[in-house]
T-cell receptor
Framework: KAGVTQTPRYLIKTRGQQVTLSCSPI?????VSWYQQTPGQGLQFLFEYFSETQRNKGNFPGRFSGRQFSNSRSEMNVSTLELGDSALYLC??????????????FGPGTRLTVT | GESVGLHLPTLSVQEGDNSIINCAYSNSASDYFIWYKQESGKGPQFIIDIRSNMDKRQGQRVTVLLNKTVKHLSLQIAATQPGDSAVYFCADCTGGGNKLTFGTGTQLKVEL
Protein backbone atom coordinates (compact mmCIF):
# COMPACT_ATOMS: atom_id res chain seq x y z
CA LYS A 1 0.00 0.00 0.00
CA ALA A 2 1.45 3.39 -0.94
CA GLY A 3 2.25 5.82 1.84
CA VAL A 4 1.24 9.44 2.19
CA THR A 5 2.46 11.43 -0.78
CA GLN A 6 3.04 15.15 -0.91
CA THR A 7 3.69 17.38 -3.89
CA PRO A 8 5.76 19.27 -4.64
CA ARG A 9 8.67 18.17 -2.47
CA TYR A 10 10.49 21.49 -2.75
CA LEU A 11 9.23 24.95 -3.54
CA ILE A 12 10.75 28.42 -3.65
CA LYS A 13 8.43 31.42 -3.57
CA THR A 14 8.77 35.16 -3.16
CA ARG A 15 7.24 37.22 -0.37
CA GLY A 16 3.69 38.23 -1.16
CA GLN A 17 3.00 35.28 -3.43
CA GLN A 18 0.63 32.47 -2.62
CA VAL A 19 1.24 28.74 -2.67
CA THR A 20 -0.79 25.53 -2.80
CA LEU A 21 0.51 22.26 -1.43
CA SER A 22 -1.05 18.88 -2.10
CA CYS A 23 -1.38 15.72 -0.04
CA SER A 24 -2.67 12.28 -1.01
CA PRO A 25 -3.44 10.15 2.06
CA ILE A 26 -3.02 6.43 2.35
CA UNK A 27 -5.83 4.67 0.51
CA UNK A 28 -8.87 4.35 2.75
CA UNK A 29 -7.78 7.01 5.24
CA UNK A 30 -10.35 9.71 5.76
CA UNK A 31 -8.53 12.02 8.16
CA VAL A 32 -5.83 14.34 6.85
CA SER A 33 -3.88 16.71 9.08
CA TRP A 34 -1.31 19.38 8.25
CA TYR A 35 1.65 20.45 10.35
CA GLN A 36 4.33 23.09 10.03
CA GLN A 37 7.86 22.24 11.15
CA THR A 38 10.46 24.96 11.72
CA PRO A 39 13.72 25.04 13.69
CA GLY A 40 12.33 27.81 15.87
CA GLN A 41 8.86 26.48 16.68
CA GLY A 42 9.15 22.75 16.11
CA LEU A 43 6.14 20.82 14.88
CA GLN A 44 2.91 22.77 15.02
CA PHE A 45 -0.59 21.68 14.09
CA LEU A 46 -2.26 23.65 11.31
CA PHE A 47 -5.59 21.94 10.69
CA GLU A 48 -7.31 18.61 10.23
CA TYR A 49 -9.91 17.51 7.71
CA PHE A 50 -12.23 14.56 8.02
CA SER A 51 -14.76 13.65 5.35
CA GLU A 52 -14.26 17.01 3.61
CA THR A 53 -14.93 19.01 6.80
CA GLN A 54 -12.41 20.91 8.88
CA ARG A 55 -12.54 19.19 12.24
CA ASN A 56 -9.72 20.97 14.07
CA LYS A 57 -7.76 24.15 13.57
CA GLY A 58 -4.49 25.33 15.08
CA ASN A 59 -3.38 28.83 15.97
CA PHE A 60 -2.32 30.10 12.59
CA PRO A 61 -3.47 33.27 10.81
CA GLY A 62 -6.22 33.18 8.21
CA ARG A 63 -3.61 33.27 5.45
CA PHE A 64 -3.35 29.53 6.01
CA SER A 65 -6.28 27.57 4.66
CA GLY A 66 -7.04 24.10 3.48
CA ARG A 67 -9.62 21.83 2.00
CA GLN A 68 -10.31 18.17 1.45
CA PHE A 69 -11.84 16.55 -1.59
CA SER A 70 -14.28 13.67 -1.79
CA ASN A 71 -11.42 11.25 -2.50
CA SER A 72 -9.77 12.41 0.78
CA ARG A 73 -6.94 14.21 -1.02
CA SER A 74 -6.19 17.51 0.64
CA GLU A 75 -4.64 20.82 -0.28
CA MET A 76 -3.40 23.65 1.86
CA ASN A 77 -2.96 27.20 0.69
CA VAL A 78 -0.86 30.01 2.10
CA SER A 79 -1.57 33.48 0.77
CA THR A 80 0.59 36.58 0.99
CA LEU A 81 3.69 34.61 1.90
CA GLU A 82 6.05 35.94 4.56
CA LEU A 83 9.67 35.02 5.18
CA GLY A 84 8.61 33.28 8.38
CA ASP A 85 6.45 30.86 6.41
CA SER A 86 9.60 29.08 5.27
CA ALA A 87 9.23 25.62 6.75
CA LEU A 88 8.69 21.95 6.15
CA TYR A 89 4.96 21.34 5.70
CA LEU A 90 3.92 17.86 6.69
CA CYS A 91 0.74 16.02 5.95
CA UNK A 92 -0.48 13.05 7.99
CA UNK A 93 -3.35 10.66 7.39
CA UNK A 94 -5.23 8.38 9.70
CA UNK A 95 -7.68 5.54 9.17
CA UNK A 96 -9.61 6.12 12.39
CA UNK A 97 -11.32 2.71 12.54
CA UNK A 98 -14.59 2.68 14.45
CA UNK A 99 -14.20 6.36 15.19
CA UNK A 100 -11.21 5.82 17.45
CA UNK A 101 -8.08 7.88 17.19
CA UNK A 102 -5.36 5.84 15.65
CA UNK A 103 -1.96 5.90 14.11
CA UNK A 104 -1.18 8.93 12.01
CA UNK A 105 1.20 8.35 9.13
CA PHE A 106 3.23 11.25 7.83
CA GLY A 107 4.34 12.06 4.33
CA PRO A 108 7.86 13.25 3.48
CA GLY A 109 6.81 16.89 3.55
CA THR A 110 7.06 19.87 1.24
CA ARG A 111 10.05 22.13 1.90
CA LEU A 112 8.88 25.71 1.27
CA THR A 113 11.43 28.50 1.06
CA VAL A 114 10.21 32.09 0.91
CA THR A 115 12.70 34.66 -0.34
CA GLY B 1 14.42 38.75 12.58
CA GLU B 2 16.74 35.83 13.06
CA SER B 3 15.00 32.68 14.23
CA VAL B 4 16.66 30.76 16.99
CA GLY B 5 16.60 27.03 16.55
CA LEU B 6 15.21 24.82 19.22
CA HIS B 7 18.00 23.40 21.34
CA LEU B 8 17.28 19.72 21.15
CA PRO B 9 18.39 17.68 24.13
CA THR B 10 20.77 14.99 23.01
CA LEU B 11 21.07 11.46 24.27
CA SER B 12 24.22 9.58 23.34
CA VAL B 13 24.31 5.83 23.87
CA GLN B 14 26.61 3.01 22.96
CA GLU B 15 25.43 0.49 20.41
CA GLY B 16 23.75 -2.40 22.20
CA ASP B 17 22.80 -0.37 25.28
CA ASN B 18 19.23 0.49 26.19
CA SER B 19 17.97 4.03 25.57
CA ILE B 20 15.38 5.92 27.56
CA ILE B 21 13.86 9.07 26.12
CA ASN B 22 11.63 11.15 28.33
CA CYS B 23 8.81 13.53 27.61
CA ALA B 24 6.52 15.72 29.70
CA TYR B 25 3.09 16.78 28.54
CA SER B 26 0.92 19.52 29.95
CA ASN B 27 -2.68 18.71 29.09
CA SER B 28 -4.23 16.49 31.74
CA ALA B 29 -7.14 15.84 29.35
CA SER B 30 -4.87 14.16 26.78
CA ASP B 31 -6.05 10.64 26.15
CA TYR B 32 -3.78 9.35 23.41
CA PHE B 33 0.00 9.49 23.11
CA ILE B 34 2.36 8.65 20.29
CA TRP B 35 6.10 8.41 19.80
CA TYR B 36 7.57 9.34 16.44
CA LYS B 37 11.04 8.98 14.98
CA GLN B 38 12.26 11.50 12.43
CA GLU B 39 15.37 10.98 10.35
CA SER B 40 17.00 13.79 8.48
CA GLY B 41 15.06 14.77 5.37
CA LYS B 42 12.08 12.57 6.19
CA GLY B 43 8.69 12.93 7.78
CA PRO B 44 8.03 11.58 11.28
CA GLN B 45 7.66 7.81 11.42
CA PHE B 46 5.18 6.19 13.82
CA ILE B 47 6.86 4.05 16.49
CA ILE B 48 4.32 3.19 19.14
CA ASP B 49 1.22 4.60 20.78
CA ILE B 50 -0.57 4.27 24.09
CA ARG B 51 -3.99 5.28 25.34
CA SER B 52 -4.62 6.93 28.67
CA ASN B 53 -6.26 3.81 30.15
CA MET B 54 -2.90 2.01 29.98
CA ASP B 55 0.42 2.66 31.71
CA LYS B 56 2.67 0.44 29.61
CA ARG B 57 2.77 -0.89 26.11
CA GLN B 58 5.42 -2.94 24.37
CA GLY B 59 6.39 -3.24 20.75
CA GLN B 60 9.33 -4.71 18.96
CA ARG B 61 12.38 -3.50 20.94
CA VAL B 62 10.38 -0.51 22.21
CA THR B 63 8.34 0.10 25.34
CA VAL B 64 6.30 3.16 26.19
CA LEU B 65 5.50 4.04 29.79
CA LEU B 66 2.82 6.52 30.76
CA ASN B 67 2.58 8.17 34.16
CA LYS B 68 -0.56 10.27 34.19
CA THR B 69 -0.01 11.43 37.75
CA VAL B 70 3.04 13.46 36.79
CA LYS B 71 2.13 13.80 33.10
CA HIS B 72 5.22 11.97 31.95
CA LEU B 73 5.86 9.67 29.02
CA SER B 74 8.97 7.65 28.25
CA LEU B 75 10.22 5.58 25.35
CA GLN B 76 12.60 2.73 26.02
CA ILE B 77 14.59 1.25 23.15
CA ALA B 78 16.28 -2.05 23.83
CA ALA B 79 19.63 -2.95 22.31
CA THR B 80 19.99 0.38 20.53
CA GLN B 81 21.31 0.14 16.99
CA PRO B 82 22.98 2.72 14.68
CA GLY B 83 19.75 2.82 12.65
CA ASP B 84 17.97 4.17 15.72
CA SER B 85 19.88 7.45 15.43
CA ALA B 86 17.25 10.13 14.80
CA VAL B 87 15.17 12.77 16.51
CA TYR B 88 12.39 11.33 18.66
CA PHE B 89 9.18 13.22 19.36
CA CYS B 90 6.39 12.51 21.75
CA ALA B 91 2.94 13.78 20.86
CA ASP B 92 -0.32 13.87 22.74
CA CYS B 93 -3.87 14.16 21.57
CA THR B 94 -7.06 15.24 23.24
CA GLY B 95 -10.39 13.78 22.13
CA GLY B 96 -12.21 15.35 19.24
CA GLY B 97 -9.95 14.67 16.33
CA ASN B 98 -6.37 14.09 15.34
CA LYS B 99 -4.81 17.27 16.66
CA LEU B 100 -1.37 16.31 17.91
CA THR B 101 0.69 18.50 20.20
CA PHE B 102 4.36 17.64 19.76
CA GLY B 103 7.21 17.91 22.23
CA THR B 104 10.43 19.61 21.21
CA GLY B 105 12.17 16.34 20.42
CA THR B 106 15.30 14.50 21.57
CA GLN B 107 18.26 13.77 19.35
CA LEU B 108 19.41 10.18 19.86
CA LYS B 109 22.99 9.45 18.81
CA VAL B 110 24.22 5.90 18.77
CA GLU B 111 27.95 5.50 19.12
CA LEU B 112 29.70 2.47 17.71
Amino acid sequence: KAGVTQTPRYLIKTRGQQVTLSCSPISGHRSVSWYQQTPGQGLQFLFEYFSETQRNKGNFPGRFSGRQFSNSRSEMNVSTLELGDSALYLCASSLEPQGELGEQYFGPGTRLTVT
Amino acid sequence: GESVGLHLPTLSVQEGDNSIINCAYSNSASDYFIWYKQESGKGPQFIIDIRSNMDKRQGQRVTVLLNKTVKHLSLQIAATQPGDSAVYFCADCTGGGNKLTFGTGTQLKVEL
